[in-house]
């Protein structure tokens, strides 16, 4: 990947993760409206430090990645998706969304907010499932060429209120049909990855309601601005 002035690339790429219903979607769209309405996006512009604004997630930010989301979120019921065939959809879907979305957009420099990235594998695939640890980090290398998040937010929410705030959006995939104790884990892979890697996971705690975890991401996402753009 290109290299600037600053020897940094070019464009942000700024990852919203956590278990089901801990308001992911909802969050990418407040962060959307704040940078739009703020004039923050527009002044970043103006500075020529960032192109666009891209909204995307995994799985399913491409085409393709359209196709495997359906069989990994409705997999014919009576063809069970294994572990690791399930851990290789999500990494095909990956390598597709780096090399067709993620770097292409980053190479303008856009400014990037994805739903889900490495760390949900690691959490589900990794903790959830039980899948070797080391193969899923080998296997994140290889999907994303080496791309890593700027930065991470880890929205945090006990287990059972998103699971609970998932019901009432009303369709239930696979994963959400899943276990209590299968979530559990997969919310313990999020704590320990964030332990593990205090500059990279920032820890938001949505358990309140939407405008005051809103308020949370504005304020790491400034402090962000202040470092990368100053
Ligand atoms: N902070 C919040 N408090 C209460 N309900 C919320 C909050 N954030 C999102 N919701 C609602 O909970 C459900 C799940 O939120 P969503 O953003 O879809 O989560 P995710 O994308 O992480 O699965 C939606 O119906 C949404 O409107
Ligand atoms: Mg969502």
Known sequence: MPENMLGTRPGKLIVFEGVEGCGKTTQIQQTQGWLTASGWLVALQQQQVLSDLV?????GGTPLGQALRQLLLHAPPDDMLHDRTELLLYAADRA???DTVLKPHLEKGALILCDRYTDSTM???GYGRGLDRQWIEQLNAIATGGLQSDLTLWLDVDV???????????????IEQAQLDFHQRVQQGFR??????PE??????????PAAVSQQI????LRRFESWFR
Do not use: F, W
């Open 96 to 98: 597709q969304h780096v």
């Open 200 to 209: 990279r996971i920032v820890r938001i705690d949505a358990s309140l309601d």
């Open 123 to 125: 959490a589900y695939q």
């Open 55 to 59: 909204i995307t997630r995994e799985p």
């Open 192 to 197: 320990e990855l964030a332990a593990a890697h």
């Open 218 to 221: 504005q304020e790491v996402l």
């Open 160 to 174: 059972e209120l998103g699971l609970a705030r998932a019901q009432q959006r009303g369709r239930h995939d696979r």
